[in-house]
């Protein structure tokens, strides 16, 4: 995809046809979890399969769980290999997170503490998990609504790990704006300080505000001009990587979400043509 | 948080007193962090966990009061270890674990544990991987030929005939139930058949021992040393052929 404007939506199973039988809505590519679709059969397969057949597809997944200290979970892995091959999905991107303490499943992202000692724990599973999907991981930063006894900022958290497990990083511009606010910090200083030439996938999402000092990252809503204006930013700094506008309810009027895709795709081009 | 709040120094005791938090609402003191940012994942992973168990059980849902089916939310939320990866197994986890709750005798509900495992079975038929179909011939004889049947099926044997209960008037006769859910090769739908104990035993006799009906009347009779009536092999090979043209059979074996 590189050296494109690529704007790709989120493929969510309440607006599956849309994708198929709706001609305003026009996505460069898919991108769905892996989670919600690895060894499933019947009629969502056959969805699957055409899903495949009309877009490239990409893979975020939700369980990997970079940051837990139970053993990486191989035999999901390898079926996440498996699956990409079957529908030639070229990009694997997990969160910067985990999802699993104590041998229980918590099915949300939750904040790894800034440490050193977690940033060499995280990066050697990255690795592994590169090994067996013998490509690099992208790795999402997180939105965060508490930080755990932080030994260093979240900008180098990030980039330290990047750097040292040798993967890929996916900049969710929602994320870090709901993260600067939440945790007073600039915005703009942090994308000045991420390791661009890691940058390989884009996220782009709308948010909500439930008190004067919490947003949470919802997908629910649109894009916020603040949030835009970051984006222009960043992909300034940047070219050529995928776009992925994520939305996950609220799709009462679904040609939003194509105007929301050209929006990004024109701040693309004129930042990248 | 205040002062005396534990200062965890490890990454891996943070993140489980965070897990463990979220899971319990027991309060852990983390020094330098939002209070208000635990209660939000608590919030968000419960609300998860409760949709998708709102979604697999709505039938369980209507029956039981309100209020008793959020403590059995919340009980399965804290203290049950969630194996899957994948949301849309989870269900499977919280008829285990409703089961080893007794719920059904805590609530009098003595159908509850059919009727959960009812619930979820047409999940689990819907969303299950394919399993390739074997070959199969479309015309044959119901009674001297052998039935080919849907790999996309489960039989389950109830104690209660969960199937047929009334969410206005949920309380029904213990009645030994055999249901057979399958997933429909052309619509991808799922459906669920119930059979008699005569069709049930056929059914056994012709998807395991693949026999074809005249053989496997032969043998049951055989088998309960009685002789079957002729209007109920009739009545049994009938609703075999209506098995048949409903999917649940193939066809016949070539």
């Not at chain 1, 305003?24 to 059969?41: H, S, T, Y």
């Not at chain 1, 750097?163 to 704006?177: P, S, T």
């Not at chain 2, 049994?236 to 059979?249: A, C, P």
Request: aromatic share 12%; net charge negative; glycine share 4%.
């Amino acid at each position: 995809m590189a050296n494109k404007v690529e704007i790709g939506l989120g493929f969510r199973k309440e607006i599956a046809d849309e994708f198929f039988h709706n001609e305003n809505i026009r996505p460069d590519f898919v991108e769905l979890a892996p989670e919600n679709w690895v060894d499933m059969g019947g009629y969502w397969k056959q969805v699957l399969n055409q899903l495949a057949d009309k877009y490239q597809i990409t893979a975020h997944g939700l369980s990997l769980s970079v940051g837990s200290y139970e053993d990486l979970d191989i035999e999901f892995v390898k079926k996440v290999k498996l699956f990409m091959d079957e529908f030639n999905i070229q990009i694997y991107s997990e969160h910067l997170s985990f999802a699993k303490t104590q041998n229980a499943h918590l099915y949300d992202l939750l904040p790894i503490p800034f440490k050193q000692e977690s940033i060499d724990h995280v990066a050697d599973r990255i690795k592994q998990v590169q090994d067996i999907i013998q490509r690099q991981l992208v790795i999402e930063n997180v939105s965060y609504y508490t930080s755990l006894e932080p030994e260093m900022s979240e900008a180098e958290f990030v980039t330290e790990i990047v750097e040292k497990a040798g993967c890929k990083l996916l900049l969710d511009v929602n994320n870090v704006y709901v993260n600067s606010f939440n945790h007073n910090y600039d915005a703009y200083g942090f994308i000045d300080k991420m390791p661009m030439e890691s940058v390989s996938y884009i996220h782009m999402a709308g948010h909500k505000k439930v008190s004067d000092d919490l947003i949470i990252d919802t997908h629910g809503e649109s894009i916020i001009d603040e949030v835009y204006k970051l984006f222009d930013y960043t992909t300034s700094k940047l070219s050529g990587v995928p776009v992925l506008l994520e939305r996950d309810f609220n799709f009462d009027d679904i040609s939003d979400l194509q105007i929301e895709m050209e929006s990004l795709k024109k701040i693309c081009k004129k930042n990248w043509l | 948080m205040n002062n005396s709040d534990k200062k965890y120094y490890t990454a891996e005791e943070l993140q489980n007193a965070i897990g463990s938090f979220v899971r319990s609402g027991d309060r852990i003191g983390i020094k330098n962090t939002k209070e208000k940012g635990f209660l939000k994942y608590r919030e968000l992973i419960f609300n998860n966990i409760a949709g998708a168990m709102n979604i697999a059980f709505p039938i369980s849902k209507s029956i039981i009061p309100d209020d008793l089916w959020e403590e059995m939310l919340q009980s399965f939320f804290t203290n049950h270890k969630a194996k899957t990866n994948f949301v849309w197994e989870l269900p499977k986890e919280f008829v285990e674990y409703c089961k080893s709750e007794d719920y059904a005798k805590n609530l009098k509900l003595p159908f509850l544990n059919d009727l959960l495992n009812f619930e979820w079975m047409e999940m689990e038929i819907f969303n299950m991987k394919d399993i390739e179909h074997p070959a199969f011939v479309g015309s044959g004889n119901i009674e001297t030929d052998i039935l080919v049947v849907n790999p996309e099926h489960s039989l389950q044997v109830y104690d209660y005939p969960v199937h047929k209960i009334d969410i206005e008037r949920p309380k029904i006769e213990k009645v030994k139930s055999f249901i057979v859910s399958y997933r429909h090769s052309e619509t991808k739908d799922a459906e669920f058949v119930s059979l008699s104990f005569l069709d049930a035993l056929l059914f056994e006799k012709i998807t395991v021992d693949e026999l074809a009906i005249k053989d496997a009347l032969h043998i049951i009779e055989e088998e309960i040393q009685q002789e079957i009536p002729e209007e109920l092999k009739q009545k049994s090979t009938q609703f075999f052929t209506k098995l048949l043209e409903n999917n649940l059979f193939l066809g016949f074996k070539s």
